[in-house]
């Protein structure tokens, strides 16, 4: 009998300074070994799996390891182009790096696909630092929604829209698999969070979209298939070994006798979860930092812990909003990075768009408008933290209070995606305009899917004065009150496939936008600014963003 492959992985999930996971998808049972911890893979679905926790590591090393199923070594390749895969442990001495984005399409990396999806940032990302000593690679890799494109999968797929846990495998595999991206993600731990897209486009817009897409006789599978395969795929590695061992489903998933009850297990979860979203929690944080200094990366799930009440909306329900404040309000952080797929602080000809269209949609301007703000939301998804506004009132209350408090943190970035542009964005608190904390929005989105031309002219236009009066007054209009808190678009927006790439270092925290560009074949990241977050404001007026945008135009011809 041959020995026992890899299907999927290994993917390096968690590191800290002294543990770590790796993840693996095998053909058959098998006994998994990463530097010398062994774990047994379970199976659900007819397929086989591990998360190997390895414990007892040394602060601040480099060790390169191997994965060996039932004693046969399976990786790295024998024929890899890439150096040996790593953990590395967080260090005391060395700044933190962390690379974000979101919105990647799977597809191949000839000339034909690069023409219709642009230049991979995730595989110019691997190229680059492959290239770089060890000590200036990422020490965490977020990946903010759309992993996958399960209702625009490739040709491969067979099907118009993945449905079974079967498809959605098939899914994950096809993104994964690729050879710069395989090493990547063995090499770089994981954050990962889902957005529309890793379900169904526009997931959870609002009550009026499911009540249309719950009548479907495909529903059922859909919702285990996508959530079972996501909770496997993605969730269990974003949690720390000891997060992992107060798990549930986890727990229950490895104790059940059988692929049968497994499966019955998991799809039960992935049901309840979708049909009663307190029951499950997606949302969860990492703390990066060694000997006493903190930094939390707080990853929110804005998609399905939703309330879709017509007359009380909230992007995350009562029960995750609660968790939430708890895990924000913890005085030991320095640095508090709270991601969402979906921007916090939108260009405000958008923000204010969302607002009055949420506010008419529930009856503001009447009956006659509740079904036509309804229809506009839907066709143009106006559906980010500013069309749910108690929830964004209620974030940024939390906001306020965390950096009132005696010890604020020295600054709180809020990562975004989804958008299809990349900017950053300065926020300041109206009645705290001198706080010690520095705010920033920072959006970096798509890794390859870039956005047709009609719809980036659509958000340039959206962030001009006269769009951005005209949609303050019909919030207004619409009895939308003020905001307590301004904030504003610094550098962007950008429209190129890219990455962006936090680094902290004490109290500075500096942020670096990288886009990918295509020579040859060969994709490859091009820096289009540096900027210091913790720095003075810049005071950038739309002509500054208009040099920027030359700039970058003659960055990419250079290449």
């Known amino acids: 009998m041959t020995a026992p492959s890899l299907v999927t992985g290994p993917l390096l999930r968690y590191a800290d300074a002294h543990a770590a996971t790796v993840w693996v998808e095998t053909d058959r049972p098998a006994q998994v070994t990463v530097l010398g911890a062994t774990t047994s893979t379970w199976s659900v679905h007819g397929r086989h799996f591990a998360l190997v926790e390895i414990n007892g590591l040394e602060a601040g090393t480099t060790i390169p390891y191997e994965v060996h199923l039932d004693g046969h070594h399976v990786w790295p390749l024998d024929d890899s182009a890439y150096p040996p895969s790593v953990i590395r442990t967080l260090s005391p001495t060395r ?10 399409r799977a597809a191949p990396l000839d000339s034909a696909a690069t023409r219709a999806f642009g230049a991979d940032a995730l595989v110019a990302l691997t190229n680059r630092i492959a290239g770089q000593p060890v000590d200036t690679w990422p020490d965490a890799l977020l990946l903010a929604g759309d992993q996958i494109y399960a209702d625009k999968p490739s040709a491969n797929l067979g099907t118009d829209n993945a ?25 770089v731990p994981t954050c990962m969070i889902l957005d529309d897209h890793d379900l169904r486009d526009d997931w959870n817009t609002s009550l009026a979209w499911r009540d249309v897409v719950t009548q479907s006789p495909d529903w059922t599978g859909l919702v285990q298939g996508a959530f079972g395969s996501y909770f496997v795929y993605q969730h ?47 949302s969860f944080y990492r703390d990066f930092g060694v000997d006493g200094a903190r930094i939390r990366l707080l990853v929110v799930d804005a998609r399905c812990s939703r309330q879709l009440t017509p007359s009380d909306r909230r992007i995350v329900d009562a029960t995750e909003a609660d968790w939430l404040k708890g895990v924000l309000n913890d005085a030991a952080t320095q640095h508090l990075l709270v991601a969402s797929t979906l921007p916090v602080f939108l260009f405000h000809g958008i923000h204010d768009l969302e607002g009055w269209n949420e506010a008419v949609t529930a009856g503001a301007w009447g009956t006659r ?4 703000g309804e229809k506009i ?64 929005q920072l959006t970096m989105s798509p890794f390859r899917n870039p956005l047709e031309v009609h719809i980036r002219i659509a958000n340039l236009l959206l962030e001009t004065r006269g769009v951005r009066w005209l949609t303050r007054r019909l919030a207004r209009a619409a009895g939308v009150s003020a905001d307590s808190v301004d904030w504003t678009v610094e550098n962007g927006p950008w429209f190129d496939n ?11 925290v500096r942020v670096v936008v990288d886009h990918a560009f295509a020579e040859s074949g060969t994709h490859q990241l091009v820096e289009t600014t540096t900027i210091d977050l ?22 990419r011809r250079k290449v």
Do not use: K
């Open 95 to 104: 700044p933190f790096q962390l690379a974000f984005g979101s919105c990647r």
């Open 163 to 187: 449905s079974t846990f079967d498809d959605y495998a098939h899914l994950y595999a096809e993104a994964w698999l690729p050879g710069p991206i395989r090493w990547l993600l063995s090499t």
């Open 236 to 282: 269990l590695g974003n949690l720390s070994p000891h997060q992992l061992a107060q798990n549930a489903t986890y727990r229950a998933l490895r104790d059940a006798p059988d692929d049968a009850e497994r499966a019955q297990i998991l799809d039960d979860f992935a049901w309840q979860s979708d049909a009663t979203p307190d029951s499950a929690r997606w």
């Open 369 to 372: 408008w509740m079904a036509r």
């Open 377 to 440: 939301r839907q066709a143009v998804d106006l559906e980010h933290w500013a069309a749910f506004r108690a929830s964004f009132t209620e974030l940024t209350e939390v906001l306020r209070a965390v950096i009132g408090r005696a010890h604020p943190p020295r600054s709180v970035l809020f990562l975004s995606g989804d958008v299809h542009c990349s900017y950053t964005a300065r926020v300041t608190l109206t009645d705290l305009p001198h706080a010690p904390t520095v705010v920033h």
């Open 498 to 508: 890219g990455v962006m790439t936090i680094t902290i270092e004490g109290d500075h």
């Open 534 to 555: 913790t720095g003075p404001p810049t005071g950038r007026r739309p002509a500054v963003a208009r040099r920027q945008r030359r700039r970058h135009r003659r960055l």
